[in-house]
């Protein structure tokens, strides 16, 4: 079934078209990835989809949901959710807070008032914290935790709510070849629950983990199939198998 | 757990102000008692700045014109309309700090994100405002404010006493300071933060960031100007300086002093000062306000979380010593 | 290993046990290597190796817990990046290379250290190297492509004649076509001059290259010529996937 | 033309130019650098305390504003290398520290000065009749040296080498020192710069104002409007922002009243900067 | 990790009562040296009444007590600290001449700091800590609104105002000595009126003072048959007062009633005669203090005073000059416009006042002051009307020189306030 559909997208800074009239399509439990050099548009394509900024035309469904106007706010309630390329977590929170956080994002004013989910969540935190092993660190503060499991502890947050499509940007930038295997375990285990994007630079990564890649080049994506096919891509390895 | 630290502390300091309370009715007299209950009543000044910026990351210059509506309110409530009744007052003065907080907030929350410095600027050019409509407009006594506010009741008893009124604030601070912890500890409290520390992050996981910030805004416009009422209603007297630039720094100065972030600390900060205020004033009136922006200087520049961190920075520079396990690689991403 | 079978002129920047890293812990370990006075030197090495923060402290952007840079025979590890580049040490930042709000022409100026005396020649040099730049001269340089401005910022770095020139991923977005242009010029650079590369492109790295320098984790685990390296299956146990 | 009709222009344009004065120096330093400067009232203060000290001891206004500059630049250069420069990361912090640095100065003049304002006369105090009004020369002085400063700056900011070198290091700071700029003398020079224009104008417009403690603080917030109206990342916008808040507001002060019509800019301001958050000159993010 | 988070927070919890124990002491520890003044002043107080009661001929010699309030830093530092000065000088005068009812007068002396929230404080301390038998001062009315409840009603204490206001302080215990509008405004614009000047241009800073005067001017005027062609107010942080300038160039009038006040003062007389306005200049606040900073464009300004350095009164003239000796710093300052002659004035009156009721009660002295009165003033003799709690007052209509003196054109005699009728 088809989860998000993005057709025609574009986006331009002023002179400069970041994206130019770019279409996508992910399925739900496929994880699909996006590649391409540096400045090739993949990070603005990226914000496209999640709400940082709002193309210039062209539709993006989720669910069948037009959503390319919506705000990240609205996109985050309505099943997506994303791990930004550095970790963005709450350093000076516990590894519980952090996942509480993550998990209370929808209940009412309210009820966060009078503090009424703060223990019907400790469930799903149990089952977040061994899924991404970190039930070691569960009151350690977020930012004294490793380069790599701050890393999961924030892919452990954009699980936390269930969401239907989950957009990872470089999750395994700066990581030893160790934790890059265990970040792939966990993105295999997520993949099961949801729909993924992965935006990377390792195309070895990308390789392992995609059912099928989009290759990003001057703001357009030159080729989409599965790895074994993009290799075989004479564009593809034109502008990028050149590089290791 | 730490919660529970928290809450001790705040029980500790409201206990200790109780069971000192009883020597102010055999040794002090109205004017010890009087700067004990403007410390309070500033307290809720400095506790909303702290709500505002310390936790929920609004850099507010401005809270002052809360607390300046909230007197103003309470004053023509009391002066104008005769209505006493401490509770009735107060509840006016709140609901009024209530109302133009909500308009204020609506105004710079909603919409596209603002940043920080955006948000003092704004405040500080309303405190401007503020203090000058305030001396220009005649039905609120214009420059000269509205003096002889009457005494409150409560439930038609005369509060007319220095030790009567402490007790009137210090219950009315103890009222709204375990509120303020409550709130923090909650998980309201953590979305707060949550906010304060990465407004982005939070909006990415569905927060409603904008109510979130008009709500606690709001809030605390509520919470000064309950200040502000009872600062009327205590003093007898309300000026446009209560909604001026001047108090409103002052409040913050405060924070910064104490360590933003907590709320002992800038409430130890505002003790400290008023107590030493006058006594300093008098010893050295001409040096005094020069040391007041020295102190203020000197604590930003060395002592950036203010005085709650001496002991953190203490720790950390011993701990500085001892290098770190060889924690994993990371590139200098971007 | 040593250095004793590359080209046999005397180094000018050397690094001796350079240690340095984040709050969040060490990023180099006790990096030591040199670079010779003429030819180009590759520092290769998987995202996350450590080689941008490399860079940054040699130039003085990042701070060194340990170790020293030498620089002619000065110790430079303290003098901040514009000594350097007085000193003839050029450099070209990964992220941003262009004053985003300055134009084309004003960015090659600075290259000239903002002498508007040399400019004509100065500028036709730029162009000599990069013709496409002629017609753009006016153009803001934020508003150029992630290539174009990768163009503008090695012009500027070249401009300033450097005897060592620094550069972080000068290929990294660059349009094929442009890539086999910028090998060219750099190529005829380093005859006379020297280069510290940092390059993912491993192709147009070693075949430029007099000098490879392999980082994995924060230490240097390989290095040797290009023809050395070549064969060696360690460095495709390094480089490749 | 009838003589009020040529004072009331009159009146607008030297308003106009005596803020645009003002503000040249808050727009290298908070347009510019982005340093949110809470105490570049008090160098307006200082520059006009330096003017008043040569007419005391020497009895010359002319000399002070020559060194006015001078002092409150060096001022400027020892307060950035001192306490500014620790700020650049963080800009709350440097709105602070400023504050403070601003209180400092201006209690340590209420506590030294003999009397609650002090005149310092206009070095020229005669007045020119123009269509049957009498003008002063001063204030058409200070539009004159406004012009010419104004166009003095733009030249030295858009044709020189180190106009260039400015403008490069405010845009990129990295890439500034990568091409030989040093950003630390660079930015403690700016800084410097935006001080010394901010005692100028001091000591320009005090002959008009009078020495008194709070002469910089109250002109301190109309000088912070105007930036925030005009938009921060330029010399020209703030300067734009001084015109825009300058000339409407003179007029409804003619045409209404000075109590409203300052109430009025400052609320109309407010709204502005809210609907439009980057200002007049640049639109949208 | 929970016990170690919960240690820290305990300990949080200790130290901040250990450093509120701190506050504490610190609090005792001048809450105990205040009352142990407060115990012996009291226990002193008990001994005179009974004394009193028991022999009648033995005299109490405990000090009198007088609390000056004042603006000692703050925008009015300056005023505050010759306010401070005149009053050390009055005192001194009156301990020489054996002080009043026999007892010494000793000063209280606290700083208001220019800032009103910091006058109800130190004005607390004056009635509740020092428990002085009478306050005298504050500069700006606001100030005097702030703390005239805490003295005057709640505090029991008389209150004296020394300083030309607005009028229409008729509160119990508050006794104003300084001019109101009626007694600066009738006189001076009557006289313009009989002299043929038909046209007024009334301007003030947007406060009560000059509103209140102005609306006097503009009651006379009319009444006179005059006209008012021009009424304008600009805020008290007025930088630039050059479109006011130009509005009353444009106007033509005959006068120019004007009460801007400092810092805004010198440029706007500047541009106004600069400007080439060819009426009379009134104002309310122009004296010897203010001539010098409006420099040679003060010649020719008409100013209204209870006090004048040139008035030809030679008592007036001797006590100035033994002030000038006794205090060169502030010798300067002694004018009108720092309500100097106001201070030395209420402080007389209250010594009568107490004199007549031969004790210090409020109560009692609520009765004498009504209609005290005395002769040997700076500035001519002053009395109190009964049941208005203002003071008639010795009026002059001085012009301004271009050399900052003071020409005195017409003494207008004593001149009865219009208040609390």
Known sequence: ?244 | MVIKGRNAAAIAIIVAIAAASPFIFIFGNDYITGTLTRILILGLLVLSVELAWGQTGMFTLGQAVFFGVGAYSAAVVAKDYGITDVIAILSVAGFAGLIIGLLIGAFLFTGRRVSELYVALFTLALAYAAQRLATSWSAIGAANGIPGIPFPTLFGLKLDSGPILFYLALVVFAIFFFICLWVVNSQFGLTMNAIRDDEERAEFFGYRRQTIQVLVFTGTAGLAAVGGGLFAITEGFVSPSLLGIALSTSAVLWVVLGGKGTFLGPLLALAILQILDRRMQDAFPQFWPIAIGGLLLITIVFLPKGIMSIPQVLRERKSQRVLRHSAPIREDIQ | MSNSDGPSVEPNLVVSDLTAGYAAGPVLFEVSFSVPAIGTTALVGRNGAGKTTLLRCIMGYQSITAGNVWWNEKNVTKSSPSQKVKSGIGYVPQETPVFPELTVRENLLMGLGAAPKKSRAGIDMALDIFPKLADRLTQKAGTMSGGERKMVGIARAILGQPSLLIMDEPTEGVWIGVVDEIQVRLREYAREHAILLVEQNLEFALDLASKVLVLERGEIVLQGTPEELADQEALKRFLTI | MDASLTRSIFDVLSVTSILVLLVMGMAVIVGMMKVFNLCQGEFVLLGALTAYLTYEIFGSVLLGILLAPIMVGAFGLLLERTVIHRFYANPQGALLATFAVGLIIREGLRTTMSTQASPVPAPISSSWVIFGATLPVWRIVIMAVTVALLIVAAVILIKTSVGLRVRATLNNPELASASGVSRKWMYAWTYATGSALAGFAGAMIVPLQTLYPNLGFDNLITMFIAVMVGGLGSFAAPVVGAVAIAVPGSIMSILINPVTAQILIVLCAIVFMRLRPNGLLKSGM | MKRKSMTVGSRGALRSVALLATVGLVLAGCSSSDTASETEAEATATQSETTEAAAEEEVDTSPIKVGVLTDLTGAFGIVGQSNQAVAQFTIDEINANGGILGRPVELVIVDSASDPAVGAQVASKLVNEDQVDVVIGGVASNMREAIKDIIATRGNTPYIWPASYEGNECTPNVWNVGAVPNQQVDPVVNRLLAEGKKTFFLTGNDYLYPRSVLAQVRKVVEAGGGEVVGEEYVPLDITDTSTLVSKVLASNADVLFEIIVLPATAPFIQGVVDGGFEGEIVGTLFDEAINGIIGTQADGLLGIQDYFATIDDTFSRDKVAEFAAAYPDEAGLFSATFNAPAWYRGLYLWKTAVEAAGTTDAAEVEKTMDSASYDALIGGPASMVPGTRHAQLTMYLGQMNADGSVTIIESLGSVVPEQCG
């Open chain 1, 1 to 244: 079934m088809t989860l998000l559909v993005a057709t025609n997208i574009t986006k331009t800074f002023g002179p400069l078209v970041a994206v130019d009239d770019v279409s996508l399509t992910i399925d739900s439990n496929e994880v699909v990835g996006l590649i391409g050099p540096n400045g090739s548009g993949k990070s603005t394509l990226l914000h496209t989809l999640c709400g940082r900024t709002l193309p210039d035309s062209g539709s993006i469904k989720l669910n069948n949901r037009e959503i390319a106007r919506m705000s990240p706010i609205r996109r985050a309630r309505s099943g997506m959710a994303i791990k930004f390329q550095l970790a963005r977590i709450y350093g000076q929170k516990t590894v519980r807070e952090n996942l509480l956080l993550a998990l209370q994002a929808e209940t009412s004013l309210i009820g966060l008032l009078f503090s009424r989910t703060r223990h019907r969540f400790d469930s799903d935190i149990e089952v977040l914290l061994s899924d991404f092993g970190l039930e070691d660190f569960v009151n350690v503060k977020a930012g004294e935790l490793s380069h790599g499991a701050q890393q999961w502890l924030e892919i452990a947050m954009a699980m936390a709510r269930k969401p239907a499509l989950l957009l990872l940007d470089e999750p395994t930038a700066g990581m030893s070849p160790a934790e890059r295997q265990s970040t792939g375990e966990l993105i295999t285990i997520a993949a099961q629950k949801c729909g993924i994007l992965i935006v990377e630079h390792d195309l070895g990564f990308i390789r392992s983990m995609c059912d099928r890649i989009n290759v990003m080049h001057q703001g357009s994506i030159v080729a989409v199939g599965t790895p074994s096919e993009i290799e075989k891509d004479e564009r593809v390895k034109e502008v990028y198998l050149t590089r290791v």
